[in-house]
């Protein structure tokens, strides 16, 4: 019973915040930022919360506004706002950090705090900020990109759990994550082949070879996302993230897939064209 209640929240959670972030998406690009980055904030402030539970003392609202002022950056640079030389502000921002923790006297371990700080910025923000790129891939703004990326990680995570909770017995990574399978793997792969091959039909900007290499790294990439997410939860013996999203946890479990494949992606496509 417990099971079912659970699965009806991850569906029902599930596909409230998908219409959300697709509408958004098709809306307009302002609206495609907002909601972006209200994700990559709540997703921060959740990161630097679980580091803080292991002794930790990031500095958890300049590296959460520095985040967000280095998305808003990106939106405005790529939408041509801005000249792409606004990006050197980020330089001077991010070197804030090091001045508010010279005048920190009651943190005895300020370059371990520095560092992590940083990592909620390069783990966290940078992959959210790299969706500016997408999104602006052909000069104009389009929702295609955006839109594809998010329903094939929701496409892979879906077949993964379905394939895996109906066939699963060969573990994938143990040690890391006793649940995963490889018969959830290739579930989650076929189910976001299968996605790639009909985004190339509605969504054009991308050709049918270019969605199906972007699925492969997004089966690839997004299921080593998961294993850094379960590894890092597992060295402060927490099971989930947070529990802002009924079913799913925290916005770090249901975006940890997305943290390492953006990065992925957005140099496949700007390499490939």
Excluded at 61 to 70: H, K, Y
Excluded at 122 to 147: K, W
Excluded at 167 to 179: D, N, T, V
Excluded at 235 to 262: A, C, V, W
């Amino acid at each position: 019973m417990s099971r079912f209640s659970n699965l009806a929240q991850r569906v029902i959670t599930g596909l409230i915040g998908a219409s959300a972030i697709l509408a958004a998406c098709y809306f307009s690009e302002w609206t495609f930022m907002i909601v972006f980055m209200v994700i990559m904030i709540f997703t921060m402030l959740e990161f630097y919360d679980l580091v803080g539970l292991d002794g930790w003392i990031p500095l958890k609202t300049f590296g959460t506004i520095a985040g967000g002022f280095v998305f808003l950056l990106f939106f405005m640079v790529e939408r041509g706002t801005l000249s792409t030389k606004f990006y050197f502000l980020i330089f001077p921002l991010v070197s804030g950090i090091y001045l508010i923790k010279l005048y920190k006297k009651s943190d005895p371990n300020p370059f371990p705090n520095i560092a992590i700080t940083f990592l909620g910025i390069l783990y966290v923000a940078l992959p959210f900020c790299l969706f500016n790129l997408a999104a602006h891939f052909r000069g104009d703004y389009s929702y295609q990109i955006i839109a594809g990326v998010m329903l094939l990680l929701w496409g892979t995570d879906t077949g993964a759990y379905f394939a895996g909770s109906l066939f699963g017995k060969s573990k994938l990574f143990e040690r890391i994550s006793p649940k995963k399978s490889w018969e959830g793997f290739v579930g989650g792969a076929a189910t976001s082949v299968g996605i790639a091959i009909l985004l190339s039909k509605y969504f054009p900007l991308l050709n049918m070879t270019q969605w199906i290499v972007i699925a492969v790294i997004i089966v690839i990439s997004g299921t080593y996302g998961d294993l850094v997410e379960s590894l890092f939860k597992r060295s402060i013996s927490i099971k989930d993230s947070g529990d802002r999203l009924p079913g799913h946890g925290g916005f770090l479990d249901r975006f940890d897939s997305l943290l390492l494949s953006m990065p992925f992606i957005i140099a496949y496509i700007e390499i490939s064209g």
